[in-house]
């Protein structure tokens, strides 16, 4: 078993078992508005000692062949929460309602417009690590093999984010496969303007490997300036935006998530 040969800034691959190759793009315009979330939010408890944290649903596409499956996250849905539980993005039933209700909206908005293919939140605790309320909103919300979960840690100095992957039903928890800097999509943001990329109907691509290893690409040598970084990193945005890394297959709609089901299984407030 392999891993990827061919990364990207921004993209995790990962080699399963089978040699199957799983991937998940993540947009350099995703990256800039959850980092201006993140700066609002900061900006509004300033001087409180307040850190909470921000969440919120991914939206994109699934794509796969026969060898190959691609999660692209082209957008994302803040979601906001009460936080009775205190400062960590973990949804209460009320709040719980309210996804139901953003989730709603999405499915129907057409089989041409991005797609729920996952969620974040960022990360103000130590580590990087899905704690068993994470894992009980997954089962719940996200139960589908190619959703995902993205958590950012956002450090002044030094953001990282990593996503997490279903696995024949379980998720490796405990940290990510591997954790990229955040940064390096900021400044793929900054470098270029990319039009919105064609929707692509998505898949339902099946249980992932059991195990799987990542092959994720070293950041950037420094090279002066940023200026210089960005311009090195604008292709690469480019490419991760419009899928130049992605051999089209016929494509089928993936399977919706049955609403029915999570609906009642919210319970009515008291």
Not at 113 to 132: C, E, I, M, Q, S
Not at 142 to 161: E, G, T
Request: charged share 20%.
């Amino acid at each position: 078993m392999s891993a990827a040969g061919r990364c990207s800034s921004g993209a995790t691959y990962i080699s399963s078992a089978e040699g199957k190759l799983l991937s998940v793009h993540l947009s350099p315009e995703v990256a800039l508005r959850i980092s201006v979330e993140i700066q609002s939010r900061a900006r509004k408890h300033s001087g409180t000692g307040r850190d909470q944290e921000i969440g919120g649903l991914l939206l994109g596409n699934v794509r796969q062949s026969s060898e190959s499956l691609v999660i692209s996250v082209e957008g994302l849905e803040v979601v906001s929460i009460s936080h009775i539980r205190g400062e960590s993005w973990a949804p209460a039933e009320r709040d719980r309602k309210r996804l139901v209700t953003v989730l709603k909206k999405f499915r129907t908005r057409g089989s041409e417009k991005p797609a729920v293919v996952g969620w974040f939140r960022t990360h103000t605790r130590p580590g990087l690590y899905l704690d068993n309320r994470d894992f009980e909103l997954v089962k719940s919300f996200f139960p589908d093999p190619s959703c995902v979960a993205l958590l950012i840690r956002p450090d002044p100095s030094n953001p990282m984010a990593g996503f997490f992957f279903w696995e024949a039903g379980e998720m490796q928890r405990s940290q990510p496969y591997h954790s990229f800097p955040f940064n390096d999509l900021l400044l793929a943001s900054a470098a270029t303007t990319v039009a919105s990329p064609v929707a692509a109907k998505a898949v339902h691509p099946g249980v992932p490997a059991k195990r799987a290893r990542v092959s994720l690409a070293k950041p950037l040598a420094n090279s002066g300036s940023w200026r210089k970084k960005a311009v090195l990193i604008a292709p690469v945005a480019a490419g991760l935006a419009f899928g130049v890394f992605w051999d089209p297959q016929p494509l089928v709609r993936a399977r919706q998530v049955d609403l029915a089901k999570i609906i009642s299984s919210v319970k009515d407030e008291p």
